[in-house]
Each structure stands twice: as C-alpha cells, then as structure tokens.
C-alpha cells in the first residue's frame, strides 16, 4: 500500500511563504492523481489542489496566485508551494493520493500556523 509522508509545515508570520512535501512510498507512476487538503480548526477538511498523473493540475479559484502545486518525479515527492499566506490558511495540511486501482491513501498532516 501507498505510504504518504508531510513535512514542511510550520509558523509563519502574515505574508511569508512556506513549502510542504509529500513522499511517497510508491513510484509516481503507480498513483493516478495527488491532492493537498487543508482541515482549520472547527472546519470541514477541503480541497485545495491536485496534481494528475498527466501532470494537469487543478486548484482551489481563491488560492491561484499563491499556492502552487509540483512534483519531482524522481524523488516520488509532490509539493505545495504557498506565498502571502494570510491567518485565514492556518490549518493542519494533508496530502492524498489515488493509487492506480483507486484507492485513497492520507499522509498524517502537517500543522500550518500562520500569525498576523
């Protein structure tokens, strides 16, 4: 089974910049699509971006311009790139991959604090 690990979140102050990773266990090749999803304290987990197996990526309208979604293929890792994060983006990130039989596999998360 696909093992997914986060890392790179973090305290950041209004304005700052901050870069997740996803690892996977599994070649990049063997997952149909990965996301990151965001869960802020009292609220419903949601999407925030995808990146599909043909490299097509998908985004939240509100957050182009300041998150970006990327791989490298040869390390298996997929990133989320997030600039002028504002308080309203503190939350625990997720990254999620859809494996090539559909299955969905959850990294653990990484917690995103941003202060004004």
């Known amino acids: 089974q696909v093992q997914l690990v986060e890392s790179g979140g973090g305290l950041v102050q209004a304005g700052g910049s901050l870069r997740l990773s996803c690892v996977t266990s599994?070649?990049?090749?063997?997952?149909?699509?990965m996301g990151w999803y965001r869960q802020a304290p009292g609220k419903q987990r949601e999407w925030v971006a995808t990146i599909a197996r043909d490299g097509s990526i998908t985004c939240v309208q509100g957050l182009k311009g300041r998150f970006t979604i990327s791989r490298d293929n040869a390390r298996n890792t997929v990133y989320l790139q997030m600039s002028n994060l504002k308080p309203e983006d503190t939350a625990v990130y997720y990254c999620?991959?859809?494996?090539?039989?559909?299955?969905?596999?959850w990294g653990q998360g990484t917690q995103v604090t941003v202060s004004s």
């Open positions: 999620k991959a859809r494996d090539v039989f559909g299955s969905d596999v």
């Open positions: 599994a070649s990049i090749f063997r997952i149909n699509a």
